[in-house]
């Protein structure tokens, strides 16, 4: 029998899930529900605050069959296959590891084909500014003429390292830390999900040393 940690296993599925961020969600919702996608977005923040979960949804969103007032459905088979990591169409990249020019330029060279079941392609670059400087150079060949059917999530925790002819192509949204009052309520309905009902008060100790990352909180927990 496996288990399943529960920062996976409760990741939020619509924008509406995610917690602490409604000034990018809201704005990212309208986005999709008015066909508005933006070619390239930097998402930056302290870590466990929901980038690439937020990044995830919006894959689900702009390529869902039957999208609910800029939300996914998560009923049809793309947003499903998603969800289980199946989508050829959503493609991650840990920019820790995989950082060089190589890298890169084989995303230039596959971002022309097609998407293979939805309308976009969608490249997510988990830890971005962690790119080289001949990686951030071969990339931005791409930003700056990108095919209609692609989209680039670039995610750090360090956006300072991100270069300013990079980020100035992207549209950027700042991710905040959690409200220890939110993860608690987050925490809490995590519990009753799962079973049991611990005290107020210990769920306010388990957030308290996470300093507003949410994923820290439900590893805790």
């Known amino acids: 029998m496996t288990t399943q940690v529960l920062y996976r296993k409760c990741r939020p599925s619509t924008?509406?899930?995610i917690i602490g961020q409604e000034h990018v969600t809201t704005v990212l919702k309208q986005a999709v529900k008015q066909g508005r996608i933006s070619?390239?977005?930097?998402?930056?923040?302290p870590r466990g605050t929901g980038k690439t979960t937020t990044a995830r949804v919006i894959a689900k969103a702009i390529n869902c069959l039957d999208p609910q007032d800029g939300e996914p459905d998560n009923i049809c088979a793309l947003c499903k296959n998603v969800a289980l990591g199946r989508s050829m169409d959503l493609i991650e990249m840990d920019a820790a590891s995989t950082r060089g020019i190589d890298d890169i330029r084989s995303i230039r060279e596959k971002v022309h084909f097609a998407p293979t079941e939805g309308k976009y392609k969608v490249y997510i670059l988990d830890e971005a500014h962690m790119l080289t400087s001949a990686a951030f150079n071969a990339l931005l060949k791409t930003l700056e003429e990108p095919p209609e059917h692609v989209v680039f999530v670039l995610a750090t925790t360090e956006s300072h390292h991100i270069p300013l002819t990079i980020a100035s192509r992207c549209q950027r949204f700042d991710f905040r830390r959690i409200p220890s009052s939110e993860a608690v309520e987050r925490l809490a309905?995590?519990?009753?999900a799962e079973g049991f009902a611990p005290e107020p008060e210990a769920l306010r100790l388990v957030v308290q040393p996470t300093q507003g990352s949410l994923r820290d909180a439900e590893n805790l927990l």
Do not use: N
């Open 39 to 45: 070619h390239a977005y930097l998402f930056s923040g």
């Open 15 to 17: 924008f509406q899930e």
């Open 189 to 192: 309905e995590i519990c009753r």
